[in-house]
């Protein structure tokens, strides 16, 4: 997108295409005004989160530490420095996939392509799986 990368099904909760009260978000986040979401309780704690493993919540806590003092701008700037974010590339306007190939080969992943197939190969099977 424009601004910046942004998980598409995480984009669709905040945009409203779901109901929050439906999926939960309620709980922990308030309806997005002015582009804005913010938390419904400040008084989370870790057993709230009972749905997230121990490493999520460390990924959670990193995350939070590196950007959660930036602003939306200052983090949307942030994403548009190609060091930080190298697959990310302007759509002009528009939005535009990243594929899971372009993520591993940003992170360093060895054989970034083979990799992803492999990866979109064991979803299939899965699928396949939990049909039976």
Do not use: C
Request: hydrophobic share 35%.
């Amino acid at each position: 997108m424009p601004h910046g990368p942004v998980n598409s099904i995480t984009y669709e909760y905040l945009s409203g295409a779901y109901d929050p009260d439906n999926v939960g978000w309620s709980d922990f986040l308030t309806d997005r005004e002015n582009h804005n979401v913010g938390l419904a309780n400040r008084n989370i704690a870790v057993h709230d989160l009972d749905e997230l493993s121990q490493a999520e919540i460390v990924i959670l806590a990193d995350v939070w530490a590196q950007f959660g003092s930036m602003d939306k701008w200052t983090l949307r700037d942030w994403t548009h420095v190609e060091e930080n974010v190298p697959e990310w590339k302007d759509p002009n306007g528009s939005s535009r996939s990243i594929s899971l190939h372009e993520i591993m080969e940003a992170v360093g992943v060895d054989e970034p392509e083979k990799r992803a197939r492999d990866y979109q190969s064991l979803l299939k099977a899965q699928e396949v799986l939990a049909s039976l």
